[in-house]
């Protein structure tokens, strides 16, 4: 069962750093850091639930462009309410020094999801991937090998508040993936391999079990 599934209603967060600071987010140590400080300000803020993961870059670019996102038990904001919670996040995670030195803030967005399929369909694009080629970036891709990007925090013992649409066999690979687990037999996974080309894994005729994931076909036994 999907964590997500125990949320009643959710909110979403999407926090988007400024051109001139990505740069400094070209390391598994600057993302996991900017993590931790967002998970951390999301608790005090009283969501007290949750699961964050990175997007590496847009729909619509192949340049760097990194933006957390967060999916949080939690209800609808007012106003002031929400600019208050903006406000705070960003002191979190950007200081006043860099924003001074940039002129730029982070940009952040709030969405408030009120029923199940709202929720699905962010936790579906949440866990898809992003960094689809490792052409698109070589030394960012060696740099970011074996970085654990999706966590939770919070305590999941509550029984699915509703059941997943149809279609939620198809995104059950990438949520096992996203919990560090083989989709096929569900072991954890250990991810001791070397980086590969995209061109390299099509030439094996894989299978796309969701965006950017691809099963290879099994290796044949070697004849006795």
Known sequence: MPK???FEEAGYWVVTYPEEVRPL????????RQAKKLRDVLRELGY???????????????KYHPHQ???VEGGYLE???LERQKDIIRKALFSATLSHATGKQLDIHYSYLKDPKQIF???KYITRATFLDELWNEA?????????????????DSPAAWELPSQAEKLKPLLQLAENRCP????PLNWNKRLFPLVLVLLENPTEIAKGIYLLPPIPERPP
């Not at 987010?25 to 996991?32: N, R, V, W």
């Not at 639930?49 to 990175?54: A, N, S, T, V, Y």
């Open 4 to 6: 997500a599934q125990q």
């Open 25 to 32: 987010l070209h390391t598994k140590k600057a993302l996991a």
């Open 48 to 62: 007290h639930r949750g699961l964050q993961r990175w997007h590496y870059f847009g729909e619509q670019s192949h």
């Open 69 to 71: 996102n967060a999916l």
């Open 79 to 81: 106003p002031a309410q």
């Open 121 to 123: 369909h962010k936790l």
């Open 140 to 156: 960012l891709a060696h740099r970011l090998y074996r970085f654990r990007n999706c966590n939770t925090w919070g305590t999941w």
């Open 184 to 187: 096929v037999c569900g072991t």
